[in-house]
């Protein structure tokens, strides 16, 4: 049997076992070399990378990543691209952040965006999207924070799924990562996390369950410790949780080259490839003669391999190297920016008149800066700054870029424009992934840049031209760059309107300036909660604070304020519009499967705009959150008009998990709740019966 008779068989009858069956017979036609082979990248393509990098320049993963094949029976090697702001290989399409489109609240948009992912993934020759971060956000100083899609395991499982569901059905194979409790990063080889189970399986890994049973085909493992012992090595991850309970067929990698630190304990764990090349598993072959693995151990990891591969690969679709970056797919990035914007505020300034003389002002004003320089990296053909968007959409001569130096000596040319555009907010340098430490003689090292934001605020820089550009304009708007919350209390009064646009992609100036002048009306609403101070959020753990434990509680972002009866600055969901919307007459029914929560919706104003109908639910009685979101739906009305919607709530959701019985179960009674925002839901609220 070879690979193409073995994936047509399975094509024919689709099932676990036919799928079991094709595998093994696979396997048992390869050599040991052959099986040994598998399970990690080629050395071959790592060295070609770097030859890559010296000689042109090539950033990393200009070129897939590969595993080896076995060209004798047809088996591909694993070809893998990096992500999640698009396609890492080549010159792509470099979408907003995860953390941006999880603001769109828009799970639809986000699987067109995994389609074109795909298709870019496969016109540069790769089979494998390495670009699923559903890792959860428990605290913002995490520095790797845009890559995931917020705080709520709902929310992260809604846009996830539709990720895993589009690449795939494209023929690509979708990695899920970091598995598991992976929210620390200059800490990240060696912060060990603990959690109850309860904690664990409610709040940490349903978002993976979630994408498992949505069919993704890989997980990676993460670099950090979940109780005593790194993920790569954790049996309760690797074997017990995603084998036994989720029935997992697919298979499993590391984070690359730092993630295995012994490879008999990884294989043997559940570990299936070290990526991106032969490092830890180079002694696979004499731990099988000294009996520390066995080749059981190599067969079950290799028939998962090929079981990832014959579910997904065979429906691959050919796409020429033309469809990367092409005008559909910059479009598709130009769309996702201007549904992912947040107007947490806006005094009657916006949107701006038609004749309007604006500064663009600050250090991003016209930059480059669409996010982390490290693994997630897009080098895109263009990037659309916001002095550049603004200037396209009104006209050179109406619009002056400052950088924010010296602002005093630019007095009369800001008090001569109608409104001042003031960018703050990060780059690479203050939050990203923490790679490099360069060592000094005095034997201190210094981060060249990335890791985690050791505070929450805005640049005290920035602030202050924030308060200077507010004393000297007519009318001011602060727009905040950057991946996560913010602590805007010292200077969100003195602004008139205020954007969260995030690290918005190769098209986020063109954007923006749709946004300000009103030809969108803005939709995004907050993946997170923006609390008043950084006390607010779970602890954090950062080098030098002498130890490398941290305990995961129960409680984060807008549960923990619950629980601890606070108010946030902007609430989890929060999100303003041109026009305004009016809810009311909730109604809730149910099903065998799902409870349906219905409420009329009316746009009161004067201006088309969007909504996103939230619903949240808690149990009556128990120790639990008082309200989590368990379903959303963003729908366009017209100036005027009113619709019933209803957005299907799966009851499997409603469940809890019982440490004494090892097994879910439900409370008696839920309280419902259906709002714009997690707050304003418990304006509304009814019980429904199980």
Known sequence: MDFKKAAALYRENPCNKVLSDVCAKLREEMTLSEKIGMLSGSRTFLLVSAYGLLTKGQKYNYLPYKTRPVKRLGVPAVAFSDGPRGVVMGNSTCFPVSMARAASFNDELEYKIG???????????????????????????????????????????????????????????????????????????????????????????????????????????????????????????????????????????????????????????????????????????????????????????????LAGLITITPSMKKYPKTIIACNEHTYLAHESARESAVLLKNDGVLPLKKKVKVAVIGRYANKKNVGDHGSSSVASPYTVTPYEGLKNALGEENVVCLSGRNIEKHKAEVAMCDVAVVCVGSDFRQEGENLINLSHKDGAAKMMFGGDRYSLRIPADEVELIHKVCAMSRKTVVNIIGGSAYIIEEWKDKADAILESFYSGMEGGNALADILTGKVNPSGHLPFTMAKSEEDYPDFLFPGDNRDDITYGYYHGYTLLDKEKKKAAYPFGFGLSYTEFEYSDLRVSQDDKFISATVKVKNIGKTDGKTVVQVYAGAAEGDHPVKQLKGFKKVLLRAGEAADITVQVEKEDLRFYSEESKGWYYEKSYNFFVGEDSEKAEKLTCTAQR
Not at 166 to 192: P, T
Not at 264 to 271: E, F, H, T
């Open 115 to 305: 389609e074109a992912m795909a298709k870019e993934i496969i016109a540069g020759g790769g089979n494998y999207f390495g670009g699923v971060c559903i890792n959860l956000l428990r605290n913002p100083r995490w520095g790797r924070a845009q890559e995931s899609y917020g705080e709520d395991q709902y929310l992260q499982a809604r846009m996830g799924t539709a990720l895993v569901k589009a690449v795939q059905d494209e023929g690509v194979i979708a990695c899920i990562k970091h598995f598991a409790c992976n929210s620390i990063e200059n800490l990240r080889f060696s912060v060990d996390v603990s959690a109850d189970e309860k904690t664990m399986q409610e709040v940490y890994l349903y978002h993976f369950r979630k994408c498992i049973e949505a069919g993704a085909m890989s997980v990676m493992g993460a670099y950090n410790k979940v109780r005593g012992k790194h993920c790569c090595e954790s049996e309760y991850l690797l074997t017990e949780v995603l084998r036994k309970e989720w029935n997992f067929k697919g298979f499993t990698i590391s984070d690359f080259i730092f993630g295995v630190y012994d490879g008999p304990k990884s294989l043997k764990a559940g570990l299936d490839i070290e990526m991106p090349a032969t490092n830890k598993y180079a002694c696979l072959k004499s731990a099988l003669e000294k009996d520390d693995i066995s080749e059981n151990d190599i067969d079950r990891a290799v028939e998962h391999i």
